[in-house]
Antibody, heavy 123, light 107 residues
Framework: EVQLVESGGGLVQPGGSLRLSCAASGFPFSSYSMNWVRQAPGKGLEFISYISSRSTTIYYADSVKGRFTVSRDNANNSLYLQMNSLRDEDTAVYYC????????????????WGQGTLVTVSS | EIVLTQSPATLSLSPGERATLSCRASQSVSTYLAWYQQKPGQAPRLLIYDASNRATGVPARFSGSGSGTDFTLSIISLEPEDFAVYYCQQWSNWPPLFGGGTKVEIK
């Protein structure tokens, strides 16, 4: 069974930093690209980052580019999101999601999702 | 960037009725379109990928169609558990934006 468990959320002041983690199990983590998607309270979904299986391809949404860094540790089946210079508008539930893959190619589509971790940016 | 417009914003239907949800792209995304279902307090769930392929475990009452700029998600007979918010998402190019969502509520 595919399982994704996010952690690391919490309350942080504007300008602060936070590191989210996503522990993966139930599938060959090193074979799949991974994604971070967030959802502000009462709002829709926003795709914020994609990382390929070997970290060779990384994308960020404009809203987080230069402030957030995605990384992964295939040896430990873990995905990370380092968030710096946090703003009020970064307040959201952050989900990690395994990509949909077909014929050896993975896409920025969330085939499986974790339960999310809440990040609140407030003074 | 490719913008997705979902309509209607809210759909009020009774169990057993058919639901038809629309997603329109600002430019062609071929069939690089997915549909998700999200219930309150839960993570999204992938329903449809490649515009018309059901994801693992998705009931046959859900179907997707379309290509290019116009897409439809149909639920042929609503079950009580189908009342939720539905999002479309394109991955033709970065950023893989989502539509604004359609809430299917009980009439």
């Amino acid at each position: 069974e595919v399982q994704l468990v996010e952690s690391g959320g919490g309350l942080v002041q504007p300008g602060g930093s936070l590191r989210l983690s996503c522990a993966a199990s139930g599938f060959p983590f090193s074979s799949y690209s991974m994604n971070w998607v967030r959802q502000a309270p009462g709002k829709g979904l926003e795709f914020i980052s994609y990382i390929s299986s070997r970290s060779t391809t990384i994308y960020y949404a404009d809203s987080v580019k230069g402030r957030f860094t995605v990384s992964r540790d295939n040896a430990n089946n873990s995905l990370y999101l380092q968030m710096n210079s946090l703003r009020d508008e970064d307040t959201a539930v952050y989900y990690c999601a395994r990509s949909y893959c077909s014929s050896g190619t993975c896409y920025a589509v969330g085939a499986y999702w974790g339960q999310g971790t809440l990040v609140t940016v407030s003074s | 960037e490719i913008v997705l417009t979902q309509s209607p914003a809210t759909l009020s239907l009774s169990p057993g009725e058919r639901a038809t949800l629309s997603c329109r792209a600002s430019q062609s995304v071929s069939t690089y379109l997915a549909w998700y279902q999200q219930k309150p307090g839960q993570a999204p769930r992938l329903l449809i990928y490649d515009a018309s392929n059901r994801a693992t475990g998705v009931p046959a009452r859900f179907s997707g169609s379309g290509s290019g700029t116009d897409f439809t998600l149909s639920i042929i007979s609503l079950e009580p558990e189908d009342f939720a918010v539905y999002y479309c998402q394109q991955w033709s190019n970065w950023p893989p934006l989502f539509g604004g969502g359609t809430k299917v509520e009980i009439k």
